[in-house]
């Protein structure tokens, strides 16, 4: 399945003070076959960080805007899920 996504890249500080860049497919932009809110919204409250899908590892990981290193960039293209 292909859908037209924002894709965002930003570098964040990891808690073990490690520094990652993430390219990442917000919630609000996956197919809703691939959403369980629930469980999501339980991920989230525990730390705080927002869930995401990984564009890279093609799974869901945390992003931590609190330690955002520099600016998040966003572009628009079609991602093949």
């Known amino acids: 399945m292909s ?4 894709i965002y890249t930003g570098t964040f500080t990891k808690l073990n003070g ?4 993430m390219s990442f497919i917000r919630q609000s932009d996956l197919p809703s ?11 989230q409250q525990k730390t705080g960080n927002e869930v995401v899908f ?3 590892k ?3 990981r945390q992003f931590n805007w ?5 600016k998040v960039t966003e572009r628009n293209t079609t ?3």
């Open 33 to 43: 076959s691939m959403v369980n809110s629930q469980t999501i919204n339980e991920m």
């Open 54 to 56: 990984d564009t890279e």
């Open 3 to 6: 859908k037209n996504v924002t």
């Open 66 to 70: 609190k330690t955002v290193q520099g």
């Open 58 to 60: 093609k799974q869901f």
């Open 18 to 21: 490690e520094k990652r860049t």
């Open 79 to 81: 991602f093949s899920f």
